[in-house]
């Protein structure tokens, strides 16, 4: 069963989680902060291009299946328009109330 977004433990996480279901790139981009860095499958990427190729122009949507390590590491079920759904692990740096680093991959 799938966890409600409004109950996730950290809040920089949830509200990351709320912006990206939202396709709010706004919200999005105020839980991130300055210089924040991302890998995907093991390989570093530029966050800007890729959260507009895997995020926002795929209609990507992510349903939390559980969390641990304090709320900042998530096992979702992942799906947009590119790559279908998959299970995928997103673990979560923060800072400051920010996302300062986020890695993501398949589970």
Known sequence: ??????KLSDPAVRAFV???NA???DAFRAVLAPGATMTDDGSE???DDWTAREIFDSHGHMEVEKEA???RTLVARYRNDTWGE???R??????GGKVIRFETGQA
């Open 90 to 95: 997103w673990t979560f740096d923060v800072a």
């Open 86 to 88: 998959m299970r995928t």
């Open 18 to 20: 709320l912006a990206l």
């Open 45 to 47: 990427r530029d966050l």
């Open 23 to 25: 396709h709010d790139r």
């Open 1 to 6: 069963m799938p966890i409600q977004t409004a």
């Open 69 to 71: 390590a304090e709320g």
